[in-house]
């Protein structure tokens, strides 16, 4: 049996569930303000998400161990990549934004790259030794997400609403995170 760290990044399961949640009507704004307002970790929350789609059922201790796993990698390559591109958004001294775009769009894809690779460490924890059973995945969901919160100091009540209303959703249109 091929576990997820043997496979590609791009059929990982998890990988696959982020880019059809993310594109999620509201979710990629609610997941930017969660970065933005709260210094959420995006693949972080989403990986506790997939775990409540899967009925796992996290404590702070799990999220503290998980957020262990990919801090170095996020602070050293995943956030200078992002604030890179972000600066190069509105050009950087007297070089054009027209100039500096086709780079933009590289560093782009590498920023999305190294997210894969955060995903990929946090797919190789086995869900199955992470927390506990959970009983519904909705309220599975809400309960790993105040664990998140609890564990940065909270997070934007408004923006988290906009994830937990888009999960219950999902789960409509996706059971079980299948297409």
């Given at each position: 049996?091929?576990?997820?760290?043997?496979?590609?990044?791009?059929?990982?399961?998890?990988?696959r569930f982020s880019l059809r949640f993310y594109s999620r009507p509201s979710v990629g704004?609610?997941?930017?303000?969660?970065?933005?307002?709260?210094?959420?970790?995006?693949n972080l929350m989403l990986f506790l998400?997939?775990?409540?789609?899967?009925?796992?059922q996290v404590t702070r201790d799990d999220?503290?161990?998980l957020d262990g796993a990919v801090r170095s990698w996020r602070d050293s390559v995943v956030k200078p990549l992002?604030?890179?591109?972000?600066?190069?958004?509105?050009g950087?001294?007297?070089?054009?934004?027209?100039?500096?775009?086709?780079?933009?769009g590289q560093i782009k894809r590498l920023e999305l790259e190294s997210e894969q690779i955060?995903?990929?460490?946090?797919?190789?924890?086995?869900?199955?030794?992470i927390g506990v059973s959970g009983l519904l995945r909705d309220r599975t969901a809400e309960i790993n997400l105040a664990a998140y919160g609890d564990y940065?100091?909270?997070?934007?009540?408004?923006?988290?609403?906009?994830?937990?209303?888009?999960?219950?959703?999902?789960?409509?249109?996706?059971?079980?995170?299948?297409?």
């Open positions: 049996m091929t576990s997820a760290s043997d496979k590609p990044r791009e059929e990982s399961p998890f990988w704004a609610a997941c930017l303000a969660l970065q933005d307002e709260a210094g959420a970790d995006v998400l997939f775990l409540a789609e899967h009925k796992r999220i503290a161990r992002r604030a890179l591109r972000r600066v190069l958004k509105t950087i001294g007297e070089i054009p934004i027209a100039v500096s775009e086709t780079f933009r955060e995903q990929h460490v946090l797919e190789g924890c086995e869900p199955t030794a940065l100091g909270g997070l934007p009540a408004p923006a988290l609403a906009t994830i937990l209303a888009a999960f219950g959703e999902f789960g409509r249109h996706h059971p079980a995170g299948v297409p």
